[in-house]
């Protein structure tokens, strides 16, 4: 049984340029939360996808979106990337509410910008 | 003030050490509480859920205080192995939806 995978691993990318992170749910999950985690902090909630909706979000600007597919697996896109966007991007899935706390993590894609 | 506050540490305690982790959550919705171990460069793994009886496993313990908004952790007789950073975790119900709100997380190192 595949739990959640992310890729790519690593990136670099330059100031003002866009990324596209990917995500694959463990099976048997539908609903794709994804997190930002700087280096010395605890992970901070993005948004949260179930049906191909985003349902939540939290304080992060529009320059953050996303999309979920029919098959459940996400994407997290970043534009006009800053150096503050330099962190570990954690997507973590869930099955539908009322159980979406119990959240398993995929191994993170880590982006550097410079 | 942030939602959920920890001391961000590091503890460094030799092996076979007892060491205690605090955690104080802000919003009174919280209605489910967690302790993650996250190791160097890795994902957060849950550890252990937190209920208000109290609840052990192994060697570790969580606490749960409502009245407070005090979640605590104890680890007996530490391992080298336990070396990692511990993140406390609650649950936010919301609107109709589930939120995890994550500490800074308290780095324990334990040596021999």
């Known amino acids: 049984d595949a739990g959640v995978t992310q890729s790519p691993t690593h990136l670099i990318k330059t100031r003002g340029q866009q990324v596209t992170l990917r995500c694959s749910p463990k099976?048997?999950?539908?609903?794709v939360s994804w997190y930002q985690q700087a280096l010395g902090q605890g992970p901070q909630f993005i948004f949260q996808?179930?049906?191909?909706?985003?349902?939540q979000r939290g304080n992060f600007p529009d320059r953050f979106s996303g999309h979920q597919f029919p098959n459940y697996s996400s994407e997290l896109n970043v534009n006009a990337l800053l150096l503050g966007d330099s962190a570990l991007y954690l997507c973590?899935?869930?099955?539908?509410?009322?159980?979406?706390?119990?959240?398993?993590f995929g191994p993170g894609t880590r982006l550097t910008v410079t | 003030r942030k939602e959920v506050e920890q001391d961000p540490g590091p503890f460094n305690v030799p092996e076979g050490a007892t060491v205690a982790f605090n955690c104080t959550y802000s919003?009174?919705?919280?209605?489910?509480f967690f302790w993650y171990r996250q190791d160097c460069r890795k994902e957060p793994k849950l550890l252990m859920s937190?209920?208000?009886s109290g609840n052990e496993d192994g060697r570790f313990t969580a606490q749960l205080n409502r009245a407070s908004q005090y979640i605590s952790l104890l680890i007996r007789d530490s391992k080298l192995s336990d070396s990692a950073t511990y993140l406390c975790?609650?649950?936010?119900?919301?609107?109709?939806?589930?939120?995890?709100?994550f500490g800074a997380g308290t780095r324990l190192a334990v040596h021999p």
């Open positions: 973590a899935s869930s099955m539908d509410t009322p159980k979406t706390y119990e959240q398993y």
């Open positions: 099976s048997g999950h539908d609903t």
């Open positions: 996808y179930y049906e191909e909706e985003e349902r």
């Open positions: 919003n009174s919705a919280s209605q489910s």
């Open positions: 937190v209920y208000s």
């Open positions: 975790v609650v649950n936010i119900f919301s609107g109709g939806y589930n939120k995890l709100i």
